[in-house]
């Protein structure tokens, strides 16, 4: 595997170890512990050390490089689909994942839920891993027989060259809604940034030409998708107890199928998948035979009875995707639909006051609480999403915990308890702590509680 690490604490006897300056933590300050650890070599911008020293203008930059020389040309022969976007990378990755794998075609997944090879998981501390971790992975799924990757690809990734080097078969692009402005500053950044990926992109784009940013995608081989799509065309969709029925057309052919997929938002998620699958020359009814087979992935749209009503787990954590899924259960409600919201810290803060609006205005109520405050004061968070609210349908309750009680014990026949901004997060991050928390797990204490 790469004798490359940028973690002391992962270093090993013979690697070289890159000191990085990042912006929390400076690599430098821990060359010394790597050596203890056994690097024979060390690159860094400053400095001598009684190994072997190799100093450079960008030490990061230098990574990038020869991880990228070294290894681009052995893990693409893997194929390689990418997902970019704001919302839906995660359940479209995952759905191609399962479908992949169901065909007898070895897949792994890489994204925010971790990556998954060969049946295991584990976890991942960012959508996009960087480039060293990344190609790490890459190399293990090799190793391991895969011969396909689904992975997310981040517009941050993107930016900082973390996927520099690979070559993506085939990609999806899904949407563009107000995210990451604290990185990119305008939407005009954020759309550039994402199309960063069409420079490494082979063949086919499956592109949701609904949304106005994917009708702007000027690239010669797009696979057009949605109600205006001219090659994967939605003709209309209807919710079943457990999923949804779709009628679609696939290039000029009539299909219509069942999935185990709740809502408007997995209509596409779901055709996206099976855009990026065909493409890469699998035959649709092949697909379609396994699609009620597969199921989203953890804490999107994840639904728990409680009592007469129902709690749903989703990681809704954007302006565009609390609306959505607001929206989505609103349609059809036989009851209230309840949404517990928050927003994070350290993080845009131009979409909180969005946030607050959204839900106070296609909610029956509203609980409003923290989502990972970090270092920011939660009052203060609460305060920026609150110049958004305009009406009285809410309540402020900071405490995550107690903010999931209050809203379950207002369940009556048929109310739908909307739980958004976590997903499948096991974890609250308060200050510079990750401290356990997990909302389908308070769920469920609520539930025994009341046994």
Not at 59 to 67: C, D, F, L
Not at 292 to 306: A, F, L, M, N, S
Not at 350 to 366: C, H, Q, T, W, Y
Request: with cysteine.
């Amino acid at each position: 595997m790469i004798k490359v690490k940028i973690d002391s604490r992962k270093v090993e006897k013979g690697d070289i170890f890159v000191a990085i300056k990042g912006s929390g933590v400076d690599g430098h300050d821990f060359i010394e512990q790597a050596i203890q650890n056994g690097a024979e070599k060390i690159v860094c911008e400053h400095g001598n050390y009684k190994v072997e020293t190799l100093v450079v203008d960008s030490s990061e930059e230098w990574v990038k490089n020869y991880i990228s020389d070294t290894y681009s040309e052995e893990v693409n022969e893997l194929n390689i689909m990418g997902v970019t976007g704001t919302n839906g990378k995660t359940t479209t990755c995952y759905l191609t994942y399962q479908i992949l794998n169901k065909l007898g075609i070895k897949t792994a997944y890489i994204g925010t839920i971790g990556f998954y090879c060969n049946g295991e998981s584990r976890e991942l501390p960012n959508t996009t891993p960087n480039i060293v971790d990344l190609y790490e992975l890459l190399l293990e799924a090799k190793d391991k027989g895969c011969t396909n990757v689904i992975m997310e690809v981040s517009s941050h990734s993107l930016v900082l060259e973390r996927v520099k080097g690979l070559k993506y078969k085939v990609a999806a692009f899904t949407n563009l809604t107000e995210d990451h402005l604290d990185f990119h500053k305008t939407m005009d950044n954020y759309f550039k940034a994402k199309n960063l990926l069409l420079k490494q992109l082979e063949g086919s784009y499956i592109v949701n030409v609904d949304d106005e940013y994917g009708d702007k995608i000027d690239y010669d081989k797009v696979v057009s998708l949605g109600y205006k799509g001219n090659d994967i065309k939605i003709v209309d969709f209807s919710d079943t107890e457990n999923g949804t029925n779709i009628n679609f057309e696939y290039k000029r052919t009539s299909y219509e199928i069942e999935t185990n997929l709740k809502s408007n938002f997995n209509v596409y998620n779901y055709l996206t998948a099976l855009g990026l699958i065909t493409e890469m020359g699998v035959n649709i009814k092949d697909v379609l035979k396994i699609t009620k087979e597969i199921y989203p992935p953890r804490g999107r749209c994840e639904q728990i009875k409680v009592n007469k009503g129902i709690a749903v787990v989703d990681y809704a954590h954007t302006p565009d995707a609390v609306f959505k899924i607001i929206k989505a259960f609103s349609e059809n409600k036989k009851g209230r639909v309840i949404t517990l919201v928050g927003c994070g810290g350290d993080r845009d803060p131009l979409k909180r006051p969005i946030m607050g609006r959204i839900a106070v205005e296609n909610s029956d109520f509203v609980v409003l609480t923290s989502d990972n405050p970090r270092t920011e004061d939660p009052q203060k968070i609460m305060d920026d999403i609150l110049e958004g609210v305009k009406t009285d349908n809410y309540v402020v309750v900071l405490d995550r915990k107690e903010a999931i009680i209050r809203a379950l014990d207002m369940i009556e026949d048929n109310d739908v308890v909307l739980l958004l901004g976590k997903g499948h997060e096991d974890y609250q991050i308060l200050g510079r702590e990750k401290v356990h928390f997990d909302d389908k797990e308070e769920v469920e204490k609520y539930i025994n509680s009341k046994k």
